[in-house]
């Protein structure tokens, strides 16, 4: 039943029992008021007006389910992803308020379209920045130098494992942390961290002014305070923005020595090479005036120049044989070498040199039938340095001893060479292979360069694969030695 046809029927049903009503209340006037026609009369009225309120119920729950109806109608179409007309369009009850929330709802769908579209572009770049990211990291891991890049705050961005090596930070949390937090001094090293901190901060807040800064720090990297090259850069992005502060941290520590020693290297060679030139130059001149008068004067001279001239030869020998070991240009001719054959050679040559300080050579060398694979030039020349040595540093009446021994258990041949000489003080020992090294107290023994030990180290240890061997006492003498594989 629709809504109108129930209001007839209870305009009718009122209309019926208020007729009814009256036209028994009409007759029932004149008749007497007996009980039988008062329970009749209330009878009749009862019951209309029973009809009249089930009519009433039946209207209003109509009306309800009506309304119910209306609204979910209501409900679909405003919610309907494509709208489409109106169904309540003839009910001007609710189509004003039906119509301007059916445009709101259009217009945030609209909007949310909008925003889930800008959703997926955001994941996109978010994507692509995320793999950018990483790809930086990659190329950032495999630069030696270290790196660090901050943002606007002064807050690290990205940074190399150098970087977390040298400042001590852990790579994986640094990210977003303060880096003045990060670049902290270390106890007794200086300030060079902080002050690079300071300055990658200064930087930003200056960028405008400057984009790129060089300076030099200080820092505490592998037990050593070494020297960093740094260079500060700021990022402008594509709109003109400041993005970031990249600093780059160059070691130079190492260039630094190498400078260092080649400039010490050249002041050395100047000054070995001036002394056999100085004396060969004062007795050729000598001799040039005339001052050498009788023929042993002038032999004298002549030995002396002789003997000043095969210094400085074997001097230039020794500082080319090193400087080709060291750049690698060496030209080694290995093969099988039979020592004990070798240092009978070496002894032969140096027992004039001992004869003349009465010094007693004892020949230890036992047959020995292992060789070694070695260019036999080379080890010949480190154990005459040893033998020369020897006998040099040992005064008159004095004795070298040259053993040969083979080792089954470490699979080395052992050459060593003891004196009975002056020893070398504890302090000394350590610096017993460095270029042009000498030992104070016993430079008025003999004339030398320094640069025989290192070449025997060199000869041995870089060549030949085998290792020095060093023990001695002040007054009491010394023993040098080397050891080498035994060839298979
Ligand atoms: P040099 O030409 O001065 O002998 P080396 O490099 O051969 O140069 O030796 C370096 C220094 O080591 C020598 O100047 C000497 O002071 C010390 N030295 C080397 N061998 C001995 C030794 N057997 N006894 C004492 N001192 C030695």
Excluded at 313 to 319: E, G, T
Excluded at 338 to 359: C, H
Aim: net charge neutral.
């Amino acid at each position: 039943m629709r809504v109108a046809e129930a209001r007839i029927t209870i305009v009718l049903l009122t209309a019926i029992t208020v007729v009814v009503g009256a036209t028994y209340w009409l007759a029932a006037r004149n008749e007497a008021h007996t009980p039988l026609t008062i329970a009749r009369g209330a009878g009749v009225v009862g019951g209309a007006a029973a009809c009249v309120a089930l009519g009433i119920a039946a209207l209003h729950q109509e009306v309800r389910r009506h309304r119910r109806r209306a609204l979910e109608l209501a409900r679909q179409w405003i919610l309907a992803p494509g709208g489409g007309s109106n169904p309540l369009a003839k009910d001007k009850e609710l189509t004003p308020f039906l119509t301007p929330l059916r445009q709101r709802v259009d217009e945030l769908t609209a909007k949310a379209d909008t925003l889930q579209v800008q959703k997926k572009n955001l994941e996109i770049q978010l994507r692509l920045a995320d793999a950018q990211r990483r790809q930086s990291q990659i190329m950032l891991q495999g630069i030696s130098d270290a790196v660090l890049i901050t943002d606007g705050f002064d807050e690290l961005l990205l940074a190399n494992p150098a970087a977390a090596s040298i400042f001590g930070f852990d790579l994986a949390a640094a990210t977003k942390k303060p880096i003045s937090v990060l670049l902290a001094d270390k106890p007794g090293s200086g300030d060079g961290a902080s002050r690079l901190a300071a300055d990658i901060s200064d930087m930003r807040q200056n960028h405008a002014r400057t984009n790129r800064r060089t300076a030099e720090y200080q820092l505490e990297y592998d037990g050593k305070l070494r020297t960093f090259s740094v260079t500060l850069t700021c990022v402008i992005d594509n709109t003109d923005q400041f993005a970031g502060v990249v600093a780059m941290l160059h070691d130079r520590t190492r260039e630094d020595e190498i400078s260092k020693m080649k400039t010490d290297f050249v002041s050395h060679v100047s000054h070995e090479l001036r002394t056999p030139l100085s004396s060969i130059k004062a007795y050729a001149e000598l001799l040039v005036d005339g001052e050498a008068t009788d023929d042993k004067t002038r032999s004298e001279f002549y030995h002396i120049i002789q003997a000043e001239a095969d210094r400085l030869s074997r001097l230039i020998d020794n500082i080319l044989n090193i400087s080709r070991i060291e750049s690698g240009m060496t030209r080694v001719h290995k093969k099988p070498v039979a020592l004990n054959g070798l240092l009978k050679q070496v002894l032969e040559v140096a027992m004039p040199s001992a004869r003349d300080k009465q010094i007693t050579m004892v020949d230890q060398v036992s047959p020995v039938f292992f060789s070694v694979d070695a260019d036999r030039d080379m080890i010949y020349q480190a154990a005459l340095n040893l033998v020369s040595n020897a006998i040099k540093y040992t005064p008159t009446g004095g004795t070298v001893r040259v053993t040969l021994a083979a080792d089954d258990v470490t699979n080395e041949l052992t050459v060593l060479v003891t004196d009975t000489g002056v020893g070398i003080p504890p302090d000394a020992m350590k610096h017993l292979f460095e270029k042009f090294f000498r030992v104070e107290q016993n430079k008025n023994m003999a004339k030398g360069s320094g640069l025989g030990l290192n070449l025997t180290r060199q000869i041995i240890e870089a060549i030949h694969k085998g290792r020095m061997i060093v023990q001695s006492e002040v007054g009491k003498g010394s023993t040098f030695g080397f050891a080498l594989p035994i060839a298979a």
